[in-house]
C-alpha cells in the first residue's frame, strides 16, 4: 500500500471521527432530555402531557424510520442551508445528528423506564432519576444511558461510512472512491480492518469503564 493511500486512511481516520464526535456531542445535549421528556410526559408519570408526547414520539418514530441513505440524500437542502454545501464531512454531520438524536432518545427513554418508578415519581425528573444507585443492581439509569452512548457512537461510525456513498467524507469514502471504484481490493480490506479496530476499542473501552466505576462503588460489575 502506498503512502499515499496510508495518509488518506489517516486523513478518513480523521474525518471520521470528527463526525461521530459532532454527532454524538449533538445527539447527547438533544436526545438525553427528549428521551427524559418522553417519558415523564406519558400517561401516568409526573410531567404527564399526552399531546407533547405523542408529538415528540411520532417525530422520533418518522425519523427512525427512514432508512440513512435515504434521509441523507433527501434533506440535501437542509444540509446545504446548515453546512453550506451537500458534500465533505461537515455536510455529513447534519444527516448524521439528526438520525443520532432520536436513536439516542429511545435508547435513553428505555433506559430511564427501567429505573423504579417511585424513584422517579419522587426525584426531579431531569436530574435525580439518572444516577445510579449506590449499593447493589442500579436503580437509576446512568450506567445503561453510558452504555447507550457506546452503541450510538458505534452505530455512527457505521452510518459515517455509509455517508462515503455520497461523498461524506471518512473512511466511507476512501473505501469507495480509492478502493471499490478502482478495483483496489487491498484499500477496501484496510478500511475494514481500521472500522473493525475502532469500533472494538470504543466498545471494550466502554466495559472497562462501566467495570472499573462499579468496582470503585463496591458493586458487582454484573448488576450495570
Sequence with gaps: MSQEIIKLMLQGIEETFYMVAVATVIAGIIGIPLGVTLVTTSKGHILQNLFINRILGTIV?????????????AIIPLTRLVAGTSIG???ACVPLTIVAIPFLSRLVETSIRDVDYGLVEAADPWCDALPDHPQGPPAGSL?????????????LIGA????????????????????????RPDVMLATIIILIVVVNLIQYGATWHRIKRTRNKGIDPTWS
Design 160 to 183: 459515517s461510512a455509509m455517508a462515503g456513498a455520497i461523498g461524506g467524507g471518512g473512511l466511507g469514502d476512501i473505501a469507495i472512491r480509492y478502493g471499490y471504484q478502482r478495483f
Design 143 to 155: 450506567p445503561t444511558i453510558i452504555n447507550n452512548v457506546t452503541v450510538l457512537i458505534v452505530n
Design 89 to 91: 464531512t461537515a455536510a
Design 61 to 73: 418514530n418518522i425519523i427512525r424510520s427512514v432508512p440513512f441513505i435515504i434521509l441523507m440524500v
